[in-house]
């Protein structure tokens, strides 16, 4: 099943790309890169246990592309959730070994942004999955 999910990421990506090519001509940054991890999200040098916290920045930065790297596959909901939330914007997407070197560079030790509730609390599971099945074929 997961290895399905990551071939319809792919497709899905390629998609993505083509719908959204055409708005860039009003983007500030070129691109910006998010490393999605099991519990938490990576964007520059922030660590975000929250989507709505990470939306937020990424759309602050108004980017032409946005990198979404998954590591390993016990980032998959984190990654589909995200995918969901920026599916207006060029994404281009991939699933990384937890052993690459975006998984295991120096950001990754900073402590995510604490909160009372659990880690990745705030993605609407039913809503990604809806979406992923409509997007997918």
Avoid at 65 to 88: F, I, Y
Avoid at 91 to 104: F, G, M, P, S
Avoid at 111 to 136: C, F, G, K, M, N
Wanted: one cysteine or more; charged letters at 20%.
């Amino acid at each position: 099943m997961r290895n399905h999910f990551f071939r319809v990421v792919k497709r899905h990506a390629l998609v993505l790309l083509a719908a959204a090519a055409s708005t860039l001509s009003n983007a500030q940054v070129a691109e910006v890169r998010v490393i999605a991890k099991s519990n938490h999200y990576l964007l520059r040098a922030s660590a975000f246990d929250s989507l709505d916290a990470l939306e937020e920045a990424v759309r602050a930065s108004r980017p032409s592309v946005v990198q979404m790297d998954a590591c390993g596959q016990e980032a998959a909901r984190a990654l589909k959730a995200a995918t969901h939330r920026l599916s207006d914007q060029v994404l281009r997407i991939q699933v990384l070994n937890e052993t690459a070197l975006a998984c295991r560079s120096g950001v990754l030790a900073m402590p995510a942004i604490q909160r009372s509730a659990p880690a990745l609390s705030d993605i609407d599971d039913a809503a990604v999955e809806r979406y992923w099945q409509q997007t997918s074929p």
